[in-house]
């Protein structure tokens, strides 16, 4: 991740994991429409698409976690 090491990203989703419950691919429509603000509910996005989100997802993965990804697709319709 951009202006994050690796270490310091993987020691920010440990911390997640402890304080709360992480909104997996199966379950985040129910978990985002039946959640209150008491929940500890937490789900990653990213946006843009760049390639250090790849070394995120590989970290994330390693993990157990799962996140949304947003690819710009700009550069898919300009064949770059």
Excluded: C
């Amino acid at each position: 991740p951009i202006g994050l090491s690796h270490e310091l990203f993987e020691r920010q989703l440990k911390y997640f994991l402890n304080k709360g419950e992480v909104v997996t691919s199966q379950n985040w429509r129910e978990a985002l429409s039946n959640a209150n603000k008491d929940d500890n509910l937490f789900m990653l996005t990213f946006d843009d698409g760049l390639k250090s989100q790849k070394i995120a997802a590989e970290i994330m993965n390693k993990l157990g976690l799962w996140g949304m990804f947003f690819i710009s697709s700009l550069p898919l319709m300009e064949e770059k």
